[in-house]
């Protein structure tokens, strides 16, 4: 985008019809990916590693997290919340290219402070209500991907403190929070992973 800011090339424009697209659709692609890899894969074949237990009910209440389907019951609540995520999404986006796209502002992002400014974030009230959606249902899904496995709980951790530092930190430029945070979170997995392996893994 930096090579093309005033969308002469037509990669500027490709990049901002992308980036809503990229943003949104990334807790879906979480829940997809894991969903086809525990399931339909050698991968969820195998035994998970460290789990605890909080007695039977707790055990059922995480059982609806679970991404796994379970013998007999392929529904819980966390499938149903991606389909309602899934669902406003197309919703949400079909009257953004509809109603915004169109218009020049919306297809060339600005420079401002010397960092990009991108448009289709508004920092509106439904905006602000839709970006709460994405955190529960990204977080959901990252416990989803073991509810009773402590390395769960420390993905979702690692993702949520890496978005607050970098929100606080970052505060005036919030389109730049996920390039931050995607760079930034698989490092420091792989590191925990690689440190904690006996604590978290085994």
Not at 60 to 84: A, C, E, H, T
Not at 100 to 129: M, T
């Amino acid at each position: 985008m930096w090579k093309d800011l005033d969308g002469k090339k037509g990669i500027h424009r490709i990049a901002s019809f992308a980036g809503p697209l990229l943003n949104y659709l990334q807790p879906v692609v979480l829940f997809f990916t894991a969903f086809y890899l525990l399931n339909f894969s050698r991968l969820g074949q195998k035994v998970e590693g460290k789990k605890f237990s909080l007695g039977k009910i707790g055990n059922k209440l995480l059982s609806q997290i679970d991404i796994r389907m379970k013998p007999g019951k392929p529904i819980n609540f966390n499938k149903v919340l991606n389909l309602v995520y899934i669902i406003c999404i197309i919703l949400i986006l079909t009257q953004y290219y509809k109603d915004k796209w169109p218009q020049e502002k919306y297809q060339i992002a600005k420079v401002k402070e010397g960092h990009l400014k991108w448009n289709w974030y508004d920092r509106s009230k439904s905006h602000l209500v839709f970006s709460i959606l994405y955190l529960i249902v990204a977080g959901l899904n990252f416990i989803g991907l073991g509810p009773r496995t402590p390395f769960s709980y420390v993905i979702f951790l690692v993702y949520y403190v890496a978005l607050l530092i970098i929100r606080f930190t970052k505060s005036t430029h919030v389109g730049e929070i996920w390039c931050y945070a995607a760079n930034s979170f698989p490092l420091i997995l792989l590191l925990l992973q690689t440190v904690f392996a006996k604590q978290l893994v085994n």
